[in-house]
């Protein structure tokens, strides 16, 4: 173990070599967190206009959901095509889920459904760039697509910590448990902040969500680390800080310093750590959510809103037990017994039990929640028994934050393989989004050069709005 105490040579300004050095690699010594925290420049000095939502969750469904099993299904449709799962009656006349969603079917009118959602790319990472962030990738189709120029627009949770400059101790948005990631495991681009730079990128908490535990160390202090010894720390930090400032009066230095006591201020408050810890849950409540990855992650997620996070995004955990070839939802082999066993209970669970918990709690009507994915599946079954990868249609399902419920938006054609009506692309959902949460698609957000680009080019979907 590193000890920031120890002897050594010591530098002209009384600083140990060793120190200095330890100063930059905290993350070794339980703190990781001044990586993570990054102050934000306000985009745009404009009022925020009056809005229902306050904060938002993002329940992301990597792997692409078949749209026929879940939100649309397709009973006059040949066997092959609307597969094994009957329609059930939801909450609402006249509306049908799929029969592995019960508890969503009585939530139905809380829920606004998007039927024809469209990016009309069949990749998991440039499809999945598009409903991250609202601007195709180029090209389109591009599987094991890497981040990068020229697709670096932002991701949405990363203007939305752009958008917001008040102090605070937790952070504005948050991903959880785990970047996402293809087979080969090359990261999608989309996710992070992009052309507006480091400063606005969302929280990364890496996890394991299980039920014995969900701790996570990017919020922990090191067994050694007393509460002297992180005095210590900081003031040796500091030291350095102010040392290298004197040289470098650009500021950037300067705003590193505040990042990293924002990091001392939430390692030493009691409250704002309780956000992440779960044991604190009730037992009966960590049930109901559902013990699986994706239950606990959704039931932190309502922690964090709860405690002061404007956006939470919820990926679908995959862990090293994913099969290869059918890997969470993208279910190119044996839809039926995956949809059946492993995928659509947990989410049916957690998704409803957070739509009943916020409501509980008097804060739906003040959260969105949008559960999306970055494609559907082809109509038709292929010989090993799945479907493959469908950008042209699919269903997304909003709750809350002003959202009228009830409702289907959009349709897609007799066997749900192109939208006929009513079609929604992605800079629509991300306009959308962030009118519930008060901005306009022309707020302006401004990249390391000062210049400033509109968050969307898309429509807001006024019809989903009450």
């Known amino acids: 173990m590193l000890n920031l105490l120890a002897p050594g040579s010591r530098l002209c300004d009384g600083i140990t070599r060793r120190q200095a050095l330890c100063a930059g690699g905290l993350s070794a010594l339980g703190l990781t967190m001044p990586q993570l925290l990054r102050s934000q420049a306000r985009a745009s000095e404009a009022g925020r206009p009056t809005s229902k939502a306050k904060r938002c969750i993002v329940l992301f469904l990597m792997g692409g959901p078949p749209q026929h099993s879940t939100w649309d299904p397709k009973p006059e449709a040949p066997e092959n095509i609307r597969g094994p799962f009957r329609p059930i009656s939801s909450s609402v006349p006249g ?156 500021g950037t230095l300067d705003r590193y310093d505040r990042q990293t006591h924002q990091a001392f201020d939430l390692l030493r408050s009691a409250s704002a750590r309780q956000a992440f810890d779960l044991s604190l849950e009730a037992p009966s409540m960590r049930e ?57 209970p947990p989410m049916d669970q957690a998704f409803a039990t957070l739509l009943d918990d916020l409501d509980q709690r008097g804060i739906l009507d003040e959260t969105l929640v949008v559960c999306m994915s970055e494609f559907g599946r082809t109509p038709r079954f292929n010989p090993r028994g799945g479907r493959e990868h469908w950008g042209p249609v699919f269903s997304i399902a909003m709750a809350g934050g002003g959202v009228r419920g009830g409702q289907v938006y959009g349709a897609s054609d007799a066997i749900g393989g192109e939208p006929k009506d009513g079609r929604v692309r992605p800079e629509d959902l991300t306009a959308t989004i962030f009118h519930a949460l008060g901005y306009s698609a022309d707020t302006e957000v401004h990249d390391s050069f000062g210049r400033p680009y509109a968050i969307s080019r898309g429509q807001v979907i006024r019809q989903v709005f009450a």
Not at 162 to 187: C, K, W, Y
Not at 313 to 331: F, K, L, M
């Open 95 to 250: 509306i049908q889920f799929g029969e592995l969603m019960p508890r969503l079917a009585q939530q139905a009118h809380r829920l606004c459904v998007l039927r024809a959602v469209s990016t009309g790319d069949n990749a998991h990472s440039s499809s999945g760039y598009y409903m991250l962030t609202g601007r195709p990738h180029a090209p389109m189709n591009s599987e094991n697509a890497k981040p990068g120029a020229p697709n670096d627009w932002p991701f949405l949770g990363a203007v939305v910590q752009a958008l917001h400059q008040e102090p605070r101790t937790l952070p504005t948005s948050v991903r959880l448990p785990m970047r996402i990631f293809n087979t080969d495991g090359s990261v999608w681009p989309g996710q992070d902040s992009g052309f507006l730079g480091r400063k606005a990128d969302p929280w990364l908490l890496r996890c394991e969500p299980t039920p014995a535990g969900f701790r996570i160390p990017d919020f922990s202090l090191a067994a050694d680390v007393a509460p002297d010894r992180l005095d210590g720390r900081q003031s040796l930090l500091t030291r350095v800080n102010d040392r290298i400032i004197q040289v470098d009066r650009s």
């Open 288 to 344: 109901r959510y559902g013990l699986s990855p994706f239950g606990q992650s959704v039931l932190l997620s309502r922690r964090l809103i709860e405690a002061g996070v404007n956006l939470v995004h919820v990926n679908w955990y995959r862990g090293a037990d994913e099969p290869a070839d059918n890997p969470c939802w993208d279910s190119h082999t044996n839809e039926v017994p995956r949809l059946k066993e492993v995928l659509l």
